[in-house]
């Protein structure tokens, strides 16, 4: 919850002004690989720039930009294999996997349902977004209290 906390707080403030929001969960993503396999999750922090794709029961049927998961050991092998595949084959173009027990974020991109790149951020170093420029969070400041 610490590193929700954190990340939102730089998320909100980033993003204030900006046609983009950041959501944390409870709040369902359904997610669509082809007509018949269909997923509903709750990444832990997500960003929507397709905001019209709310509907007025304040259900989404979008796509969300970016997706932040905290993995614990009770969803680590779920992030870090199902919803990586996920992800990768619906759309979304940036997931941050954040580990607590390492201290580290690890940054996927993803260009026509493949992964296009990989990047490991620790203790000392500062994650940047690849689809927002500007947007940052120190690895650090993500695990203080």
Known sequence: QIAVK???FTFGTWF????????????????SRYKDNINVVQPDIMVLCDTKKIDEKGKYHGVPTLVVEILSDSTRKKD???????????????????DPKKEEVYLYTFESKEIKDIKVFERNMTVKS?????LEIEVAEIFSV
Request: one cysteine or more.
């Open 6 to 8: 954190q990340i939102f």
């Open 16 to 31: 204030k002004g900006k046609k983009c929001i950041p959501l944390t969960s409870p709040f369902d993503v359904t997610l």
């Open 80 to 98: 870090m294999q199902k919803k990586l595949d996920l992800y990768t084959d619906t759309g979304i173009r940036e997931y941050w996997m954040v």
């Open 130 to 134: 690849i689809c927002f420029e500007g």
